[in-house]
């Protein structure tokens, strides 16, 4: 009789529904949920009446390798960065398909990264680690260089948290004192000018390509567009597939590739953020998993599961073949943001009206009246997520000023004499 596979995954509340890991999992494998790598509390006992949990809480780093590694799963996986590098240490002391600890080593710092990316030759932005405890002279001189404004995030971190642009010397020392009081270290960015002008568009010049590489191959599945950001890089949703024209699209997938062999990914997923510039395309980051929203959009896009295939991967049940998706609709998550400014919501409406709109198949709410939000929390400061699907980008784009319209929020907000807004501009 032959063993069913067991699969590792980490697992937070925020990744996925469990009943969606649940049923992607069904006839390939058993799950192993593992929980406590994060500050979250693990919802253990709902978790465990659809699989075995493996607790980490209060283990360190090589505490929680030794005590996974003994469960002996057959595969890893992980929805989100923050376990990357757990995750590939366990994968490499079993021999199970992952990424390296040193590719995850790149894939969750940015500066790494692009130090790789630079060293191979990889176009991307010029880029400069500071922090608020910089030798001053160091710091004159890399500020001297500078042509604000300038992008300035984490080196470690996702979805666009305390990331922001800095218009001047001033605004950047106040940034990143600021970071230097919440214990994050910073990394400044050249802003990367795009392709087209944003005014009246409704899709940027920023874009995601996913990709599954087994053995050095490296086959894409999937090109996503992105709405126009909210200010300063809060993401407002994405779209499959993208609107970009055949030659575009080829000189992406070649600057992908680039950026994935320069990482030295040899088993693995990646969602690679780039944006088109006048110059042509340009990798702005490799994250080592799938991309957030890239399962529900191909569903929508009529695509097979994704995530069933990708955990037959894992656990080495299947080489990963998967085609790039073909098709003449396209699918959305369109996410409302609230102004920059704004930190409670007051009101909410409209969002029955919304629900009636042609293409809108779902609404999932991600703030009520009464919460507290903060534009520093990045994409994750939405208030809804509509998704959806349209007949072609210029219904999409029909579609997603008609959401606009139909909302209607009011908010309270920051006093202004004691806030400046950063400027909003591309990535």
Known sequence: MTKTPRLAVFYETSSASMLEVFEAARGSCRLIWVVGWSPEKPPIRALSRFGEVVDLTGMDHAQSVEHLAAVHPDGVFAFDDSPLRLAAAVAEKLALRFHSRHTALLLTDKLEQRIALAQAGVPGPEFWPVSASTDPAVLDKVIGNLAFPVVLKPRTGSGSRNTLLVEDRKALMRSLIDAQRRGEMMLIEERLREAHPR???????????????????????????????????????????????????????????????????????????????????????????????????????????????????????????????????????????????ATRVVELSGLDAVAQLPGVTSIVPNRMVGDVIDWRSGTMSRLFTVYGVAKDHDHLSELYGQIQRCTVARYDHAVSSAWRSPVPAAV
């Open 199 to 341: 005014d009246g568009q409704c899709f940027a010049d920023v874009l995601m390509v996913d990709s599954l590489v087994s053995a050095g191959r490296i086959t894409h599945f999937a090109v996503a567009g992105h709405f126009i950001p909210a200010p300063p890089f809060r993401g407002t949703g994405s779209f499959v597939p993208s609107h970009l024209s055949e030659v575009e699209r080829k000189e992406v997938f070649e600057a992908t590739e680039d950026a994935i062999a320069a990482l030295g990914i040899e088993y693995g997923f990646t969602n690679t953020d780039l944006i088109l510039t006048p110059d042509g395309p340009r990798v702005v980051e490799v994250n080592g998993r799938i991309g957030g929203q890239i399962p529900t959009l191909l569903s929508l896009a009529g695509a097979s599961p994704l995530l069933p295939e990708a955990m037959r991967f894992a656990v080495r049940e299947s080489d990963g073949d998967l085609a790039l998706l073909e098709t003449e609709h396209v699918a959305f998550c369109a996410m409302y943001q609230p102004p920059i400014d």
